[in-house]
Nanobody
Framework: VQLQASGGGLVQAGRSLRLSCEASVGAFVNYGIGWFRQAPGTERKFVAANNWSGASTFYADSVKGRFTISRDNAKNTVYLQMNNLKPDDTAVYYC????????????????WGQGTQVTVSS
């Protein structure tokens, strides 16, 4: 599975961005997809994850109500809509895939994208 993340950029606080993660895999519906982020000098942290149907979707407390994860299985793509961005959201955002249900634990993911930088100015 190869993952390509895109959509990062520099925005002002309060604005929105949408990240995309396109997967090159045969049976995309079999994979749980997660978004994680890593700020300089910190460990990688869970942001959001979902399964193929969206029935299993969860978020980090810090982004609940502001971020929405969704996926288009026909396009093998998962999105992360980020609204009301804050300077604390500044990080490199990574998408990851694991065969089976999604997880909050980064160690459960076997495939990672290259990351996309999100910078939020105050």
């Amino acid at each position: 599975v190869q993952l390509q993340a895109s959509g990062g950029g520099l925005v002002q606080a309060g604005r929105s961005l949408r990240l995309s993660c396109e997967a090159s895999v045969g049976a995309f519906v079999n994979y749980g997809i997660g978004w994680f982020r890593q700020a300089p000098g910190t460990e990688r942290k869970f942001v959001a994850a979902n399964n193929w149907s969206g029935a299993s979707t969860f978020y980090a407390d810090s982004v609940k109500g502001r971020f929405t994860i969704s996926r288009d299985n026909a396009k093998n793509t998962v999105y992360l809509q980020m609204n009301n961005l804050k300077p604390d959201d500044t990080a490199v955002y990574y998408c990851a895939a694991r065969y089976g249900p999604p997880s909050r634990d980064a160690r459960g993911y076997t495939n990672w994208g290259q990351g996309t930088q999100v910078t939020v100015s105050s």
